[in-house]
């Protein structure tokens, strides 16, 4: 009897919490889930000649609907790709429609794309973004998108962190997210509104469910920028920061490079003044300077006194307007990496070697950088063209000569020179039209 009893006292305690919390919490996930259907998106690219960042080929991802006037559709920069590509896009149950690039960021992974009025179906809805709040640890969250070519699919989980270290301010989910679901909304299953662009996973094997996002915050403020007319771009920060496993939530300098601010060694970064966000990392960092490049005053402090010191970086190149110079299989371009001025490296640097191509045959790799063609050194792709397109239309062939990391020979670098007959000579870019 006593033990009937405890069976019954548990099965009424069961279905109290079903009724007071679960019966809600079960509604609410369905129909945020429904809601997600109306704004979400599948997103297919093809990229036909990449850049480093990405690969030849197709891919697929998913991104949601922001802004129907605009016709803005907000996804990961890797889903699009940071390479001229084609991307297109389809609602749900809905063809497939051909979108521009509207926006590209170079720093974190988030893109815009856009998509002509009509082409949004009367049944779509736009997402509605959780600008203002912030989730703490707990916040019971959604994964929405098409995880393995499943569509329309939606996973549940918590907010488990905030990621830590230099780089940090990503959002931390056990929610599953797997290839597919990048792009997609995290949404609150608290309120609906999307906290966060589901990114990427842990890459171990033995992995269970660490998988981060972008903060919608952050990308708020991306948003209202364009929305100004106003250069969102992030700043391109020539600045070593220091790694120390004690000091993870500080931004202390190691080493600048920067001449337009003068940091030195040990700094430790405050904030920006006039705004009231304490600086713990580097996106926060960037963050806090979007749209306020030419003229900041940064708090930092030195040899244990707080001072202000007076600002201006310059801002990354757009994504959306790089360009390429592709010529007998390769493809070339600029680089940027913070501390490329204390190895006095070329300009430009080989981003894609077609495989089979003579390039390729010759020995020519990915990463290796330009030193000259025809002996002479430039610092712009389109004097190179010119110039090749001369041996092209004379069936002679170009020599270039190579600057490659090696371990061998107790040196660092190696060069190498190749003889490469000019074919296919075209520039990649600028526009996303050439690269259909």
């Known amino acids: 009897m006593k033990e009937f009893i405890l069976k019954l006292d548990f099965l009424i305690c069961g279905l109290i919490i079903a009724l007071f919390f679960g019966s809600d919490v079960n509604a609410n996930d369905e129909k945020f889930f429904s809601d997600a259907k109306k704004y979400t998106v599948e997103i297919l690219t093809r ?25 803005w559709i907000l996804t990961n920069a890797h889903v699009v790709s940071y390479s001229p590509s084609v991307s297109q896009i389809a609602f749900y149950d809905q063809d497939y429609q051909e979108v521009e690039k509207v926006y590209v960021d170079a720093y974190t992974d988030v893109a815009i794309l856009k998509i002509s ?20 640890i707990g916040h019971p969250v959604g994964a929405f998108g098409h995880p393995w070519g499943y569509s329309y699919t939606g996973t549940r989980g918590i907010i488990s962190g905030i ?29 609906g509104k999307v906290i966060g662009i589901n990114t990427e996973v842990y890459d171990d094997d033995s992995n269970q ?23 969102p771009s992030p700043p391109k920060l020539d600045i070593i920061f220091q790694t120390d496993i004690e000091e993870r939530n500080k931004l202390i300098i190691a080493k600048s490079y920067s001449k337009t601010i003068s940091l030195e060694e040990g700094d430790l970064i405050l904030g920006i003044e006039g705004q009231s966000l304490d600086i713990k990392n580097e996106r926060e960092l960037v963050h806090a300077l979007r749209g306020n490049l030419n003229n900041f005053n940064l708090r930092i402090l030195r040899d244990g006194k707080k001072i202000t010191i007076p600002g201006k970086l310059l801002p990354h190149e757009l994504v959306t307007e790089a360009k390429g110079l592709f010529f007998s299989g390769i493809l070339i371009s600029d680089h940027w990496f913070r501390d490329m001025e204390e190895l006095n490296l070329p300009k430009f640097i080989v981003h894609y070697v077609e495989s089979g191509s003579a390039a390729s045959v010759e020995g020519i790799s990915q990463s290796d950088y330009v030193v000259s063609i025809g002996g002479q050194s430039f610092d712009d ?10 041996l092209q239309n004379t069936n002679k062939k170009a020599v270039i000569k190579l600057k490659a990391a090696s371990g061998s020979s107790g040196g660092f670098f190696s060069y190498i020179e190749s003889s490469l007959k000019v074919e296919e000579l075209m520039i990649i870019g600028g526009n996303e039209n050439n690269s259909k």
């Not at 230099?166 to 909304?185: F, R």
């Not at 981060?212 to 915050?217: G, K, T």
């Open 381 to 390: 792709l389109n004097e190179i063209y010119k110039y090749l397109q001369v």
């Open 117 to 136: 009025q009509k082409g949004i179906p009367e049944t779509a809805e736009e997402a509605i973004l959780e600008c203002n709040i912030f989730p703490s």
């Open 47 to 71: 990229i036909k000649i990449p850049f480093s960042e990405d690969e030849k080929g197709s891919s697929s991802g998913a991104g949601f609907l922001i802004d129907k006037n605009r016709g």
């Open 163 to 191: 990621t830590l270290g230099i780089d940090g301010g990503m959002l931390q989910t056990d929610a599953p997210i797997n290839d597919g679901n990048s792009g997609g909304p995290l949404i609150s299953m608290k309120s």
């Open 209 to 231: 469910n660490t998988n981060f996002s972008e903060r919608i915050d952050h990308v708020c403020k991306v948003l209202q920028l364009l929305k100004k007319d106003k250069d």
